[in-house]
Each structure stands twice: as C-alpha cells, then as structure tokens.
C-alpha cells in the first residue's frame, strides 16, 4: 500500500467479493472477505487479466468451502461449467435457469 491510501477493510463473516482497480497504470484487484484482503498480482511475464481476477475469486470460494450468495449466481454457473465441478447443488433462479437451458442449447449446436 503506498502513502495516502486507505486499507482495504471488509466485515467479519462478510462473502468474498472482488475490488477491480482502474486507473491509468496496470489492472490491480483484490479479493476481499471476512476481514481478509488478497492481492492479486501480475507477473513480469504474464499482465493480470479479468480472466485471472474471476478465476482468483471462484479459487477463494472453492478453498474456503463457502457457498455462493443468490447474488453471485454466475460463479455457480462459472463453477459447473468451467471448473466441471457439480458436486454441490446450489439456488439458481428462474432467470439462472433459463440462461443455464440457452447456454446447454448452445453448445449442442456447436
């Protein structure tokens, strides 16, 4: 953290979420949940991506054990559809659902 920033403070218990830095200098994010703040950094080889930023937050929830809010219903999908990984059922909405049934047409016609 440099000099005249505030520190990235979140509540006890609270979900883990995403802070995504735009400025004019490299992307910069953050997980940040229960009091816990994880940086997620770029290499000098490799620029962060939002790919990178999105994979970072579903390995937090993945290691944690939590579940997802209803809130965060697109990691359940990102979870099933791009980690394979239905081991658990969680909510889905009706409108999670009718987008899960167009993404599944999707692909049977690909």
């Known amino acids: 953290m440099q000099s005249g920033e505030a520190p990235l403070v979140s ?10 830095v735009l ?7 953050f997980v940040v949940a ?8 770029a290499t000098a080889s490799k620029p962060l991506t939002m790919c990178d930023i999105v994979c970072t ?6 290691a944690w054990d939590l579940n997802f809010p209803r809130e965060y219903q697109m990691l359940t999908f990102l979870q099933e559809n791009l980690l394979l990984d239905k081991r658990e ?4 909405s009706t409108a999670h659902l009718k987008f899960l049934k167009m993404f599944q047409a999707g692909q049977q016609t690909a």
């Open 11 to 20: 509540h006890p218990r609270s979900a883990p979420r995403l802070i995504i």
């Open 23 to 29: 400025d004019d200098g490299p992307l910069k994010a």
């Open 34 to 41: 229960d009091t816990i703040t994880v940086t997620i950094s």
């Open 57 to 62: 937050l579903l390995a937090c929830y993945y």
């Open 89 to 92: 059922k969680h909510f889905k």
